[in-house]
Nanobody, 125 residues
Framework: VQLQASGGGLVQAGGSLRLSCAAS????????IGWFRQAPGKEREGLSC????????YYADSVKGRFTISRDNAKNTVYLQMNSLKPEDTAVYYC???????????????????WGKGTQVTVSS
């Protein structure tokens, strides 16, 4: 069971990146997927979550209106489209899978049965 986040890089403020969360060894079809980030010296922050069907999505206020989460179960991949990036978006971004989407309503810290390695996003001013 493995998750891998990819697509990070260096981008100027106002630019865009699309992150991917790919699974190997299991199907994402039955899992909600969440995106998180952690900047140096800061706590991990939950950003967005999508239900297994894709019918439900949730965004933290810090990214609402700028980030869009989506999934392609045929490709066993979840995406995070990030637009209007700001220097404060600089962090390592992670994806996580959980069997219960509603867990995020009890707290982001409770979400995540499986975690992937992160991908670095750096936004220059």
């Amino acid at each position: 069971v493995q998750l891998q986040a990819s697509g990070g890089g260096l981008v100027q403020a106002g630019g865009s990146l699309r992150l991917s969360c790919a699974a190997s060894g299991f199907s994402l079809d039955y899992y909600a997927i969440g995106w998180f980030r952690q900047a140096p010296g800061k706590e991990r922050e939950g950003l967005s979550c999508i239900s297994s069907s894709g019918d439900n999505t949730y965004y933290a206020d810090s990214v609402k209106g700028r980030f869009t989460i989506s999934r392609d179960n045929a490709k066993n991949t979840v995406y995070l489209q990030m637009n209007s990036l700001k220097p404060e978006d600089t962090a390592v971004y992670y994806c996580a899978a959980d069997s219960d989407y509603s867990v995020i309503y009890t707290g982001w810290d409770r979400f995540g049965l499986y975690w992937g390695k992160g991908t670095q996003v750096t936004v220059s001013s």
